[in-house]
């Protein structure tokens, strides 16, 4: 039972424009989300968080939108830049819980130069 | 600070073989996680321990698996006997104890090969 679900593989985008990675999620008892970045060989990294009581965070480049009645969420990247290029996740957790992530399959994006 | 350290890098066992990771997490950080990355999908959770009490175990195929934090600080996470679809990467995270705004961090992985 994939409770996280990003149906996007993969994704180009040309340098300078708008990245837009897209996760969806079941459960709807969680109530933070985090994306995180990672690079072959590494393990991922934070970048960006939102709880269930915002609806948009930013961070500089990077703004995580959530529409909790569509169970959805999107990071934009603003502008895209070659060294963006990584798998990115989202995960999921809920805070009454045992504060336990669930990640999905994760997207491979390519920023070209 | 440094970061979370996982060894070994790489590890590649014949299937039947026992295998042990090790992780060394933040210090400080009194939860620490056992993921495991298949190709192509995401981190999945084994086990949770807070201090050196375990958490959640729910995922954990205790047949083959087994995980001890000892002190709660350092932990261990072996695989007797090891069967080919135990193939993957083996993440060690850590974190502040109930502080979900910055996740995990996570350490650079072992990634195991069984053949």
């Known amino acids: 039972d994939q409770q996280v679900k990003q149906n996007s593989p993969s994704l180009s985008v040309q340098e300078g424009r708008i990245s837009i990675l897209n996760c969806d999620y079941t459960n709807s008892m969680f109530d933070y989300f985090l994306w995180y970045k990672k690079y072959p060989a590494e393990g991922p990294t934070f970048l960006i968080s939102?709880?269930?009581?915002?609806d948009k965070n930013e961070d500089g480049r990077f703004t995580v939108f959530l529409n909790k009645s569509a169970k959805h969420l999107s990071l934009h990247i603003v502008p895209s830049q070659p060294g963006d290029s990584a798998v990115y996740f989202c995960a999921a957790s809920a805070i009454t819980g045992t504060y336990k992530y669930i990640f999905g399959t994760g997207t491979r994006l390519k920023v070209l130069a | 600070e440094a970061g979370v350290a996982q060894s070994p890098r790489y590890k590649i066992i014949e299937k039947r073989q026992s295998v042990a990771f090790w992780c060394n997490p933040i210090?400080?950080?009194?939860?620490l996680y056992w993921y495991q990355q298949i190709l192509g999908q995401g981190p999945k959770l084994l086990i949770q321990?807070?201090?050196?009490?375990?958490?959640?175990d729910s995922q954990l195929p205790k047949d083959r698996f087994s995980a001890e934090r000892l002190k709660g600080v350092d932990s261990t996470l072996k695989i007797q006997p090891a069967k080919l679809e135990d193939s993957a990467v083996y993440l060690c995270?850590?974190?502040?104890?109930?502080?979900?705004?910055?996740?995990?961090?996570f350490g650079s992985g072992t990634r195991l090969t069984v053949v």
């Open positions: 995270a850590s974190s502040l104890e109930r502080q979900m705004s910055y996740g995990y961090t």
């Open positions: 210090s400080g950080h009194a939860t």
């Open positions: 321990f807070q201090n050196n009490g375990v958490v959640d």
């Open positions: 939102i709880s269930s009581i915002k």
